[in-house]
């Protein structure tokens, strides 16, 4: 298992190398002086110059791309030109509520999709089928900007019931401590009434996010488990008289969310995406926030740096979802290890 | 009783048998209602985009025009979609906005399909080297979120639909390499491809005249299934202030720009955004009757 966890490691850290050299090429290879850029149209040739200076601009480009990189593995990003704060700072700073927000929207779709596609698959072509077609259907296509509208519009506006914008009440004078999580810290404090203001806060915005993911991984579900209930193993243990229930969610699950876990590993790069619109319409101050605005400013250091965290995201997630599907189903790493 | 899951029963119709496969893929598109609406609608985006200015009620909302009078009207028999902030008729505009999101779709895929589709051909039919480089390099290019991806290009290039195209060109080529590989990898150890080589064929006639006419049906279903993410992707961008400027009518752009009329002034943001929603439907219905008509996994 470890071995097996140790590979799939290094071959993402590869993928991470690669992603870091990829966008420090893009970054540089642009038309456009990055100096010129960072200060701005009013700024004068010797500015420029010190600027370039300062970034070393003028240095070979294997010389900046080792400097990067060197920086890169000491997690120095360069400064930002919009904040004039080092980028790892702001980005530190601002992913708390992103990483809140992505693990909330995330957690909502494992316990809403997989039961509900085992659901769907129990009365497969009932009226409970159909329904949940057209929902996961629905929940696909739509934009996450135009579900986060709609429902700002009818659960905020109209029925008053969620507060339109934000992550927390700044009236509660509350911060987050220990994990920089609300709704983790809320519990540590045991400040129920933080607690349930990050909660409503909360809840809309990663509704808008996780809809798309729930409506796939329902559809997968429900397929893989028709799929699994032909095995043979599984007409064995109701031959052998054990309850349906117990076949159906102890045996059938258990292979049959192998392919959902995969797909929602998978979504994950997507749903970081998703976070910048999201965040956007809910003014959550999260990286995303941060990514617009810095993208608007031209701000390089701080886009690049932007980019590279949300490729970590995805990274750390793949290999959980990695792990997850080690042990659940012994193949994946036998496979592995056998090599 | 206890409901009991039950594996899928093959529901090939005895009639089919009878027909060539023309027919049949014919007969099975028709019998599936989500395929033939998602294909109305698909047609009716389509038409609407080409026949924009005889259709539209006020062709000269999709400008840079205003009409004060008319401002933040409601949804009506004059006004359909109800009018902007400065008093520009939405459905029209949404019409127009039509054509934007399409020939973002066509200049995304006219390049990103092709590209990636030599480039799974060749990593599936060269194994070795040239497999490794290329399916690394997707790889990474998967890793990469793509609207963050595309941020970032648009925001070096400077926001623009032109930008907002390369931006989303250049992730979406992928998707095409990863499964033209995928389905070459299992064509290559069939009879034919043996054949080929042992006749003498060219690696070029191989692949573009063995190996490709294999992947047709895969293709034409995935852009059927992409044209609606492309749109979606290009009214992302837009809507974050990275894509199509105004006055353009872009779907995107009139999203966000209603939003700050929210909630008084509802369809402002609503009308188009649902226009978003019907088009990517459309799509979306489009290629899953596909899919099932010609019977390949995507």
């Known amino acids: 298992m470890l071995f097996y966890l140790a590979k799939r490691a290094i071959s993402l850290l590869l993928v991470l190398l690669g992603l870091a050299i990829l966008i420090f090429v893009i970054a540089r290879i642009v038309p456009g002086d990055p100096a010129r850029i960072a200060l701005g149209p009013l700024a004068t040739a010797t500015q420029v110059f010190e600027m370039r200076q300062e970034m070393g601009l003028d240095d070979p480009f294997v010389v900046q791309l080792w400097n990067y990189l060197y920086g890169l593995a000491h997690g120095d990003l360069g400064k930002?030109?919009?904040?004039?704060?080092?980028?790892?700072?702001?980005i530190?700073?601002?992913?708390?509520?992103?990483f809140e927000l992505v693990l909330f929207t995330i957690v909502l779709q494992v316990i809403l999709s997989i039961p509900l596609g085992v659901v769907a698959a129990i009365y497969r072509d009932t009226w409970v089928d159909n329904v949940s077609r057209i929902v996961s259907l629905i929940g696909v296509v739509t934009p996450g900007f135009v579900l986060a509208i709609i429902l700002q519009l009818v659960a905020s506006y109209k029925l008053q019931f969620f507060p339109v914008t934000g992550r927390i009440d700044q009236g509660l004078g509350y911060s987050a401590a220990h994990s920089g999580l609300l709704l983790v810290d809320s519990i540590i404090d045991q400040r129920w009434d933080v607690f349930g203001d990050a909660l409503r806060h909360i809840l809309l915005p990663s509704i808008a996010l996780a809809a798309g993911g729930i409506g796939q991984v329902m559809r997968i579900t429900r397929s893989s488990m028709i799929e699994v209930s032909g095995r043979d193993f599984i007409e064995a243990s109701r031959a052998n008289g054990i309850p349906e229930r117990v076949v159906q969610f102890r045996y059938m699950l258990r292979i049959a969310c192998i392919a959902p876990l995969t797909i929602l590993g998978l979504e994950f790069a997507s749903l970081i995406g998703n976070a910048f619109v999201v965040e956007f319409v809910f003014s959550w101050p999260g990286i995303a926030s941060y990514g617009v605005r810095t993208i608007l400013q031209k701000d390089l250091n701080a886009v690049i740096?932007?980019?590279?965290?949300?490729?970590v995201?995805?990274?750390?997630?793949?290999?959980?979802?990695?792990?997850i599907l080690g042990f659940i189903d012994p193949r994946n790493r036998l496979r592995e290890d056998s090599k | 009783m206890m409901p009991v899951v039950t594996p899928e029963i093959s529901t090939q119709h005895n009639t089919e048998r009878l027909m060539t496969s023309n027919q049949m893929a014919w007969f099975r598109f028709t019998r599936n209602p989500s395929a033939v609406i998602g294909a109305v609608m698909v047609l009716s985006v389509v038409l609407a985009a080409i026949f924009a200015p005889i259709l539209s009620p006020s062709p000269q909302s999709a400008g840079s025009f205003v009409d004060f009078a008319h401002r933040h009207h409601a949804p009506s028999i004059d006004f359909w979609f109800g009018t902007d902030n400065v008093g520009r008729d939405i459905f029209s505009r949404v019409i127009y906005g039509y054509r934007v999101s399409l020939s973002l779709v066509v200049g995304v895929l006219g390049v990103a399909v092709p590209f990636g589709v030599v480039l799974g051909l060749m990593a599936g039919y060269f194994a070795g080297r040239t497999e490794f480089v290329i399916m690394r390099f997707t790889d990474v290019m998967?890793?990469?979120?793509?609207?963050?991806?595309?941020?970032?290009?648009?925001?070096?290039?400077?926001?623009?639909?032109i930008n907002a195209m390369?931006?989303?060109?250049?992730?979406?080529?992928?998707?095409?390499?990863?499964?033209?590989?995928?389905?070459?990898?299992?064509?290559?150890s069939e009879d034919y491809i043996e054949a080929a080589k042992v006749a003498g064929a060219s690696h070029a006639h191989i692949m573009f005249k063995e190996l490709l006419p294999n992947c047709v049906s895969a293709i034409s279903v995935k852009i059927s299934l992409d044209?609606?993410?492309v749109i979606l992707f290009g009214a992302t961008l837009s809507f974050l202030g990275l894509g199509v400027h105004p006055p353009t009518p872009d779907l995107g752009t009139m999203v966000s720009t209603g939003s700050e009329y929210l909630p008084e002034f509802w369809w402002e943001a609503m009308m188009p955004g649902l226009a978003i929603l019907y088009a990517i439907l459309g799509f979306n219905l489009l290629g899953d009757g596909l899919r099932d008509m010609m019977d390949v996994e995507v």
């Open chain 1, 80 to 90: 930002s030109f919009l904040t004039s704060r080092p980028v790892m700072h702001d």
């Open chain 1, 92 to 98: 530190m700073q601002a992913l708390p509520a992103t």
């Open chain 1, 305 to 311: 740096g932007v980019v590279l965290v949300s490729g």
């Open chain 1, 313 to 323: 995201f995805f990274i750390i997630a793949n290999l959980t979802i990695d792990t």
């Open chain 2, 142 to 161: 998967l890793a990469i979120p793509p609207l963050a991806m595309a941020l970032a290009i648009t925001a070096v290039l400077s926001p623009s639909l």
């Open chain 2, 166 to 188: 390369i931006a989303i060109t250049m992730l979406w080529w992928t998707w095409h390499t990863r499964l033209i590989y995928r389905i070459v990898k299992a064509q290559m």
């Open chain 2, 227 to 229: 044209a609606g993410f």
